[in-house]
Structure formats: structure tokens, C-alpha cells
């Protein structure tokens, strides 16, 4: 059964506390991703992933890093959470082709 | 600047009636499209994925067209049914390869009501 999972969907956090996304996959795809979403927006790219310690920036890297020592997981870190990064994180994982799974979502917000 | 135009941004259809949905994009190059949906508060689901220079795809109620010189793709759904309320999200593809983009829609959501 191939599915990507995201822990916690639901996280509330004081403004400069620090915060741990975490996704799993257990199709071993090399590349995997993470997205915030925004209400009017596209999801946005801030970190992709394509192997072990083999990560790059996307469009949003600012405020964000990310940590994947194995390769069916992949976490996202916030540093010092802003209220501005109130959001709904998607992870995904890039299966053959243009085949992409994504994970239920994670809720943040930060007050 | 946004490279995925989606239309219309909202849509009220009364299940039963049929729909659609116009995605434009000025993504290059352009490898695939993909609709997906995203019922409220769940992941993005895959519904199509089209990839030929103009594409046709059928999956059940829903069928969709691409065409790359137009840079335009639709989603049609037919015979709507109230679970069909959702957001439809249009994703483009750069490349096949892993060092591929994907460029995303901000959606439109359909509600179907009785």
C-alpha cells in the first residue's frame, strides 16, 4: 500500500518556539518534498529532497530546514516559529515517471 | 509571478449537471499535467495526468484535454455527485526526471448542492 504519512495534522505553537514536521514514505523514492499551502495560493516549494543528505532549496527556503538521514523519512524544522508561517504543510514523494504522492497534511499555527 | 491560471475560481453546480474547469499556464517547458483534487482538510489526490503535445484523458466521470501549443488543459466531471465538492488543483510538470518541477494552480473549488 503506497502512501506517504505526515505527523502531527494538527500543531499549535507559541511565536519562537521551535517546531518538527515529520514525513514518511514507504515506497523508497529517492526525491521527496515539502509544500506549504496558503488560502488563494498554489502550494509553494521550500525544501526538495533527492536523496540521504542530499537536499536543496526551493522557492520558500527562508525560516526552514530540513533533515533526511534516511531515505523513507524527511523531516522539516522551523527554527524560532513566526506567526507568518501559520500554514498547511504538505510533504510528497516523486514515485516513476511523473507519478507524485502526497501525504494528508499538516496543520500549523502559530500564535 | 504565477505560472498556473486556474478558472473560475469557485463554481455552485446542482448534482447531476456537468462542469468545467480551464487551467492555463506559461510553465516551460512542459513536460505533464496533472489534475488533482483535494477534498477540504485531506492530501491532493491524482485524478489524470496528461503528457502528449494534445492529450486526451478518460478516468470515469472525469475526462480532460491538453493542449501545449495553447499552454490550456480542461477538467470536464459529468453527472456531478455531492462528493465531488472539492478543490481541483492543476499541476505542471518542467521535466519526467527527478530534477523536475512541479508548478501549482491555486485551484477551484466546486461545490455541488443538492
Known amino acids: 500500500d503506497m502512501k506517504v504519512t505526515q505527523m502531527p495534522r494538527y500543531l499549535i505553537k507559541r511565536m519562537g518556539e521551535n517546531v518538527l514536521l515529520e514525513c514518511g514514505q514507504d515506497?523508497?523514492?529517492?526525491?521527496m518534498y515539502w509544500y506549504r499551502q496558503d488560502p488563494g495560493l498554489g502550494l509553494q516549494l521550500i525544501y526538495i529532497?533527492?536523496?540521504?543528505?542530499?537536499?536543496s532549496e526551493g522557492d520558500i527556503p527562508k525560516g526552514y530546514r530540513v533533515s533526511r538521514k534516511k531515505r523513507e523519512h524527511f523531516s522539516l524544522i522551523l527554527d524560532s516559529a513566526k506567526t507568518n508561517q501559520t500554514s498547511v504543510y504538505f510533504c510528497?514523494?516523486?514515485?516513476?515517471?511523473?507519478?507524485?504522492?502526497f501525504g494528508k497534511g499538516t496543520r500549523l499555527t502559530v500564535v | 509571478k504565477t505560472q498556473v491560471e486556474q478558472s473560475p475560481q469557485s463554481l455552485v453546480v446542482r448534482q447531476g449537471e456537468n462542469c468545467v474547469l480551464q487551467?492555463?499556464?506559461?510553465?516551460?517547458?512542459?513536460?505533464?499535467l496533472r489534475w488533482f483534487k483535494q477534498d477540504t482538510g485531506k492530501g491532493l489526490v491524482s485524478l489524470t495526468v496528461?503528457?502528449?503535445?494534445?492529450d486526451k484523458t478518460s478516468n470515469g466521470r472525469y475526462s480532460a484535454t491538453l493542449d501545449k501549443d495553447a499552454k490550456h488543459s480542461t477538467l470536464h466531471i459529468t453527472a456531478t455527485l455531492l462528493d465531488d465538492t472539492a478543490t481541483y488543483i492543476c499541476?505542471?510538470?518542467?521535466?519526467?526526471?527527478?530534477?523536475?518541477?512541479?508548478?501549482f494552480g491555486a485551484g477551484t473549488q466546486l461545490i455541488v448542492i443538492p
Open positions: 510528497a514523494s516523486k514515485g516513476a515517471n511523473t507519478e507524485v504522492f
Open positions: 515506497m523508497s523514492h529517492e526525491t
Open positions: 529532497s533527492y536523496d540521504v543528505d542530499s537536499n
Open positions: 487551467c492555463n499556464y506559461s510553465v516551460t517547458p512542459d513536460n505533464h
Open positions: 496528461l503528457v502528449d503535445q494534445k
Open positions: 499541476v505542471v510538470g518542467d521535466r519526467g526526471s527527478a530534477l523536475g518541477r512541479l508548478h
